[in-house]
């Protein structure tokens, strides 16, 4: 059962409150005990990981109706009903109502801890298969997985999930491999975009004098050379995703017309007087603050702001030592056959990563991703991965 299990008992007479919380706690159980029903429903949630302990006769909200708004909160909770000898068959319609059990007065101490032992039990066997449910899902969700099991990557998991379908432009912000754009991939592969196409545009890596044909498309004879129309990225990124990496590489020019293209969502070819109306959503990773880079003159404020709706912010951790290990040992599997079972490690990594996982060094999880031929994982190796955390930056505009 999980560490924090425990048993929220509610019964309105305070003896037995206390009865119950010894005798649980010579059983190395936790309760939390509540006079009302009422009191113990504003502290449950889907996620309990525990049980409930309800007596029927209730002051205000009784048993029954607190077994409705339980099972409301979350229809496989564990619920333990406390009934006197006349209130039986009242039980026994509560069972077929969803209570996991009944207990009647007087009961013993063994038969209370025996039953919220097996109710334990179930419950734990519930939460896991949940997990594993879910787990099951992203594994066979398209497109690229986030792997890694610690708290800041399930958080970066949820909120990917949580904004996937939103159309919302969203800013990444992380150093260089830290895996921004299997980020915005993930981000794209689980919205309702997923039919349209993904356009990846590195701005630091495009000529200047190229990108604003490569955003916006030309028609024939819009300059010399240009033989035909052609589409620009934005436009063939309409009904999809765009993907701006190096955002603060952009000239000032061209942060003008994307400014614009973002507050009509249309544009106008190079040569043309004609709009073209877009259906895309934004995606833009920096490696620097934008913030900072708008205050010093380098990047222009309303583009910022007009980028920075949700923001998912993607700093290395270089001292998780068990986020390290977990990446390497994924990344050496794929090459390795002997090292298939290392995908995820439980107790201790295997023997070729444990020396990965003692390495400090600034280091991202790309290098992670490099065959063992090439990076090996040695305890003088400089090799270090990166996690990745997910926290949504405030939208202030000034």
Known sequence: MPDNAHVMFVDDEPHIRIAAQQTLELAD???NGYETAEAALRELSPGFTGVLVCDIRLPGMDGMEFLRRALEIDPELPVVLVTGHGDISMAVGAMHEGAYDFLEKPYTPERLTEVVRRALDKR????ENRALRRELEEHNTPGPRIIGSSPSIQRLRGLIRQVADADADVLIFGET???KE???RSLHELSRRRTGNFVALNCGAMPEQLMESELFGHEAGAFTGARGRRLGKLEHASGGTLFLDEIESMPMAMQVRLLRVLQERSLERLGSNQ???LDLR?????KVDLREAADRGEFREDLYYRLNVVTLEIPPLRSATAARTFLCCSSISPWSPAHASARRPRRSPPPSCRPCSRTPGPATCASCA???SATSCSASSSISTSAVWCTPRPNTAP
């Open 29 to 31: 159980l936790r309760l």
């Open 275 to 277: 709009t073209v109306p």
């Open 177 to 179: 491999g830290t895996g």
């Open 370 to 372: 490099t065959p063992p």
């Open 182 to 184: 299997l980020v915005a």
């Open 124 to 127: 734990a066997l519930t939460l």
């Open 282 to 286: 934004v995606l833009a990773a920096t």
